[in-house]
């Protein structure tokens, strides 16, 4: 009995760790210990991938001195293991600055593999300890993802100032991305070794983006051909608005983004500043935004704020979640943007800025939604890109009714027909402006104060500075169209093509039998150019054709904008 007992209470202790650390959840901002039961002590992270685990790593505090850079392995992103210290103080202070001594303080560690050299590199923020005048880069080596590494130098890429820092290898190439002055996002291409700055015929590699900024905190991701950033504005330890940015050339042009948070407390970024995107192994466009929560009295009590970053609208999107797992992502890529507008296809609408579908509310009209998704069936008109919306279970269409979105019968024949015309005004990156062809004062599809939150109302405004952006998406669950490549640049270059067709407003239109042929220009009430009737064709041309016809058989040449 007394062997039984015993045998049962040992079992008991075994399991305990178990129990107290053994996660299968994220909960953002909360105190995260590791499987020995101590707080992580990593921040400014970075985590990589490598034969079948994770490794985290993060500047270790002590209060608010720096006392290394530790690192954890992990092989479900919950539970991590301290494998030590991957680079520690070491050595004495030079006047040089070329140590990594007791009292120095090294700032959001990255690290990176090198195929060229089969090394991994890291870098890090350097300060001498006493303040942050130095702004330089160490740069350390080792054999093995966890170290340890061994200091190699600290230096200024370029003679310029460096500060919050990151590093971002694309196969065998690897960038450094820092603030310089506390106002630029400065790029530079390294080396084939990754351990200094690129140049060719003795011309640095680099590109300064976002002048005047004041971005920091960079956290570098690719998707496809499209580079992504995510940054925080220049204030201290005090969180800011998110920032992002986006490129097809590292080292060519950015365009500046939205906010990544969606959700409330989307003005401070959920209380934390970006430090890392992580792209999760095995999952098809599953990404970890992850985040400091600050303690600028005692570093070292700092939290983590990781939380799924959505790609589907095409750019980064955060929201806000009290706790969540790996089955987030299981439905991430549900719906997928169309290739192309099929005529009496089932579509939904996506709004760019809150990566949110347009839902239809109990209460009557639209509002944006994560996952509740109202079903269209996009009809083309006559007019190029100009569309009617069927709801697919009653067959009425999507009408302006004095300023209202509401469902009527369809009507060609009635003077206000156009209230159920929507003109989709296409943009590069494959969204619309959405206008209503039979109001011009109230006409632009857009959402109420401007706000990205979950079921913020729809309306129409006046205003085309008000206008949002709408892309049409499929629920590949019950849809099965070809889905966009919205990640490419031939996606982009093609949408160019088609608003570059669309834009040309004049063209010679040569008429039948003995109509004599005359040079026109003509517009249709869009702005649009009209189709080409070629002579002897006898294909049924668009109806302001047969007006232009009459015109000129008068002998009028017509030059105004408006028929």
Same mark, same amino acid.
């Given at each position: 009995?007394?062997?039984?007992?015993?045998?049962?209470?040992?079992?008991?202790?075994?399991?305990?760790?178990?129990?107290?650390?053994?996660?299968?959840?994220?909960?953002?901002?909360?105190?995260?210990?590791?499987?020995?039961?101590?707080?992580?002590?990593?921040?400014?992270?970075?985590?990589?991938?490598?034969?079948?685990?994770?490794?985290?790593?993060?500047?270790?505090?002590?209060?608010?001195?720096?006392?290394?850079?530790?690192?954890?392995?992990?092989?479900?992103?919950?539970?991590?293991?301290?494998?030590?210290?991957?680079?520690?103080?070491?050595?004495?202070?030079?006047?040089?600055?070329?140590?990594?001594?007791?009292?120095?303080?090294?700032?959001?560690?990255?690290?990176?593999?090198?195929?060229?050299?089969?090394?991994?590199?890291?870098?890090?923020?350097?300060?001498?300890?006493?303040?942050?005048?130095?702004?330089?880069?160490?740069?350390?080596?080792?054999?093995?993802?966890?170290?340890?590494?061994?200091?190699?130098?600290?230096?200024?890429?370029?003679?310029?100032?460096?500060?919050?820092?990151?590093?971002?290898?694309?196969?065998?190439?690897?960038?450094?991305?820092?603030?310089?002055?506390?106002?630029?996002?400065?790029?530079?291409?390294?080396?084939?070794?990754?351990?200094?700055?690129?140049?060719?015929?003795?011309?640095?590699?680099?590109?300064?983006?976002?002048?005047?900024?004041?971005?920091?905190?960079?956290?570098?991701?690719? =998707?496809?051909? /499209?580079?992504?950033?995510?940054? #925080?504005? *220049?204030?201290?330890?005090?969180?800011?608005?998110? %920032? &992002?940015?986006?490129?097809?050339?590292?080292?060519?042009?950015?365009?500046?983004?939205?906010?990544?948070?969606?959700?409330?407390?989307?003005?401070?970024?959920?209380?934390?500043?970006?430090?890392?995107?992580?792209?999760?192994?095995?999952?098809?466009?599953?990404?970890?935004?992850?985040?400091?929560?600050?303690?600028?009295?005692?570093?070292?009590?700092?939290?983590?704020?990781?939380?799924?970053?959505?790609?589907?609208?095409?750019?980064?999107?955060?929201?806000?979640?009290?706790?969540?797992?790996?089955?987030?992502?299981?439905?991430?890529?549900?719906?997928?943007?169309?290739?192309?507008?099929?005529?009496?296809?089932?579509?939904?609408?996506?709004?760019?800025?809150?990566?949110?579908?347009?839902? =239809?509310?109990? /209460?009557?009209?639209?509002?944006? #939604?994560? *996952?509740?998704?109202?079903?269209?069936?996009?009809? %083309? &008109?006559?007019?190029?890109?100009?569309?009617?919306?069927?709801?697919?279970?009653?067959?009425?269409?999507?009408?302006?009714?004095?300023?209202?979105?509401?469902?009527?019968?369809?009507?060609?024949?009635?003077?206000?027909?156009?209230?159920?015309?929507?003109?989709?005004?296409?943009?590069?990156?494959?969204?619309?402006?959405?206008?209503?062809?039979?109001?011009?004062?109230?006409?632009?599809?857009?959402?109420?104060?401007?706000?990205?939150?979950?079921?913020?109302?729809?309306?129409?405004?006046?205003?085309?500075?008000?206008?949002?952006?709408?892309?049409?998406?499929?629920?590949?669950?019950?849809?099965?169209?070809?889905?966009?490549?919205?990640?490419?640049?031939?996606?982009?270059?093609?949408?160019?093509?088609?608003?570059?067709?669309?834009?040309?407003? #004049?063209?010679?239109?040569?008429?039948?039998?003995?109509?004599?042929?005359?040079?026109?220009?003509?517009?249709?009430?869009?702005?649009?150019?009209?189709?080409?009737?070629?002579?002897?064709?006898?294909?049924?041309?668009?109806?302001?054709?047969?007006?232009?016809?009459?015109?000129?058989?008068?002998?009028?040449?017509?030059?105004?904008?408006?028929?």
């Amino acid at each position: 009995m007394t062997v039984m007992i015993l045998r049962t209470i040992f079992s008991f202790i075994l399991l305990i760790p178990v129990l107290a650390f053994g996660a299968d959840s994220f909960t953002p901002g909360a105190a995260w210990k590791d499987t020995a039961g101590a707080n992580i002590n990593a921040h400014g992270c970075c985590v990589v991938w490598h034969d079948g685990a994770y490794y985290w790593f993060g500047e270790t505090r002590s209060g608010s001195k720096w006392a290394g850079i530790r690192c954890y392995k992990s092989t479900d992103l919950y539970n991590w293991q301290p494998l030590g210290y991957a680079l520690s103080p070491s050595g004495s202070r030079r006047e040089d600055m070329q140590d990594i001594s007791d009292g120095r303080l090294l700032e959001r560690p990255k690290i990176v593999y090198n195929p060229n050299t089969g090394k991994w590199i890291l870098y890090a923020h350097w300060e001498n300890g006493s303040g942050y005048g130095e702004a330089r880069v160490c740069v350390a080596v080792a054999d093995q993802v966890q170290g340890p590494y061994s200091f190699v130098k600290t230096f200024q890429p370029n003679g310029k100032s460096s500060r919050d820092q990151t590093l971002f290898a694309d196969g065998d190439v690897a960038y450094h991305v820092s603030n310089t002055a506390f106002t630029d996002m400065h790029i530079i291409r390294l080396k084939s070794d990754f351990l200094s700055e690129d140049s060719i015929n003795g011309q640095p590699t680099e590109t300064i983006v976002f002048k005047g900024k004041k971005f920091e905190a960079f956290a570098i991701f690719r =998707a496809g051909d /499209t580079y992504h950033g995510l940054f #925080s504005l *220049s204030d201290g330890w005090n969180p800011t608005p998110g %920032q &992002t940015g986006y490129a097809f050339d590292m080292l060519g042009e950015w365009m500046q983004g939205g906010n990544f948070a969606i959700d409330s407390g989307q003005n401070q970024s959920y209380q934390s500043q970006s430090a890392y995107v992580l792209k999760v192994h095995g999952k098809e466009n599953a990404y970890i935004y992850m985040g400091d929560r600050w303690a600028p009295g005692n570093v070292e009590s700092s939290t983590y704020v990781w939380l799924p970053l959505s790609m589907r609208s095409g750019y980064p999107a955060v929201r806000w979640r009290d706790t969540w797992n790996l089955s987030v992502f299981d439905d991430a890529d549900r719906y997928k943007r169309a290739a192309e507008i099929v005529s009496g296809n089932v579509y939904s609408l996506l709004e760019r800025a809150s990566d949110r579908l347009v839902a =239809a509310k109990a /209460t009557g009209g639209f509002a944006i #939604s994560d *996952s509740q998704a109202k079903r269209f069936v996009i009809v %083309q &008109t006559e007019t190029p890109w100009v569309y009617r919306l069927k709801d697919p279970d009653t067959g009425k269409f999507l009408q302006n009714v004095f300023g209202s979105l509401q469902w009527r019968d369809g009507d060609y024949s009635s003077d206000d027909s156009q209230m159920q015309d929507w003109y989709f005004d296409l943009q590069e990156d494959g969204y619309y402006k959405i206008k209503n062809m039979g109001d011009y004062r109230l006409s632009y599809l857009s959402v109420s104060g401007n706000a990205t939150l979950e079921m913020s109302n729809i309306y129409l405004s006046e205003k085309e500075s008000d206008a949002r952006y709408f892309s049409v998406y499929f629920d590949s669950q019950s849809e099965y169209y070809e889905a966009a490549d919205i990640f490419s640049k031939s996606y982009r270059d093609e949408n160019r093509r088609k608003i570059d067709e669309h834009n040309q407003l #004049s063209e010679i239109i040569p008429l039948k039998g003995n109509d004599p042929v005359v040079d026109v220009q003509y517009y249709n009430l869009l702005g649009m150019r009209l189709s080409t009737v070629e002579s002897g064709h006898d294909a049924s041309p668009h109806p302001a054709v047969h007006i232009m016809k009459q015109l000129l058989r008068s002998g009028q040449v017509i030059t105004t904008k408006h028929l």
